[in-house]
């Protein structure tokens, strides 16, 4: 029986720590919000990006980009459900995903995109 306690504690806590933690993703998301400028690359080529994070609500954003000199042109799409987790942020869209490290000052994000054809890198500066 004291066997089957014995974690009983440590799962009492991440209970109760558990509101903490979503609560310091919303206050990540509230301090992302605003236009990032940066460059998305895949092999030797690249161009321009540009994210706008319009709102957020708990720790989902919602807002959209720009991606410049793509294979396919300039293209705009839009996100509705990306979410903070800790200092990673995960951009689920319609053409391009995209998920981004927020760096410990909250001023720049590096991470990758993916397409239905290809995978690369990114980074954006906070403007």
Known sequence: MFKALRFFPLAVCLVA???MAQADDAATAAKVVGTW???WIFADMGGKLVVKIDAATGNVLKGSSVWYGTAVGDFSDTFTKAKVKGNKIEFPEPTMDFEAT???DGTA???NWTSPIATGRLTLTKK
């Open 109 to 111: 994000m590096e991470g």
């Open 102 to 104: 927020l760096s410990e």
């Open 17 to 19: 720590l558990a509101p």
């Open 37 to 39: 400028e940066g460059k």
